[in-house]
């Protein structure tokens, strides 16, 4: 696409000349002079600059044919490399935040052993932010967390995503002192929410859709969930339940970590990991995989989704273990 073009994208997206700059590697002169040229061959003003930067109507028109025409532009690279004897070419992919760590080397290394000249780039961010991206044609497909609807986009479910709860051998003993260790056997069969509240907490940031609904559900039921510490890097959960100690809600994909780190563990550093019964937050997470309805699918891009089927497939298997009783949240 032409620079002039690539610069007013990432102008009217940020709606800073100087960010824009930044992230094409140019100098703000260059973006003022790429905008003025645009605004010199079409004769149209596409911002407004007082009292801050805003797209005029005209602006807005030209961003959206242009988010259209870098579809078309990915459609025709891929329709060209993917028909090659040697197949080349490129894909991005986009996977959400607090996922990305236990999902991008598996998805790399089955993706990259089958079609070594094909460059796959991987992108992580909120699921909205990466949903955005996709509609603009700023990602070939992406995995989302509870996808919103869109006309444009294209969505298969992957899996609809239970919880468990860590919990550290010592809290359970400071925490259940009069049941333990018989609470452990009674927790197996799925840890209530009123026993979680009763534990410290790793925590999500309050913007996470579980947090948003334990949060509901405190304010609705007078129930208190003691958080003390709040990341929205859930592969961290496991270092710091048994650090801190406290309890934490992980989704099975992240249940691996925890099983490795327990062949080594102390006594007091082992992690119990249960089926948590988050069924009265009335919360679903839907993990779907999207991309453009619009968008050529090479046989390269064809086997990715294979690929990320495949591993979810494996998630569903360890979900499946700790059924009945897990929540479907």
Known sequence: MDQRFQAFILAAETLNMSKAAQL????????????????????????????RLELTAEGEKLLETLYEIRILENNIQSSLKGSHEKILGKVSLGLPMSRYTVMACPIVAAFQKEF??????????????????????????????????????????????????????RLLRQYFPLSYPECISRFKSGIELEDISRLPLVQCPPASRLRCAMDRYSDRYGAHFSTVFESNRIEAFDSLTRRLPAAGLIPPMMYPLTERENRTATPDDYVHVFPANLAPLDISLNLSLVYHKSAFLPDYKKYLFQVIRDLFEQYRQIADAFLPVASRG
């Open 116 to 169: 070594p000249n094909v460059k796959l780039e991987i992108f992580s961010d909120f699921s909205s932010s990466l949903q955005r991206r996709l509609e603009r044609g700023g990602l070939d497909m992406a995995i989302t967390v509870q996808q919103e609807k869109n006309q444009a986009l294209q969505t298969t479910a992957l899996m609809d995503e239970t919880f468990l709860c860590l919990a550290p051998d």
């Open 24 to 51: 094409l590697f140019v100098s703000h002169q260059c973006v003022s002079e790429h905008i003025r040229s645009l605004e010199k061959e079409y004769g149209i003003k596409l911002f407004t600059r007082k009292p």
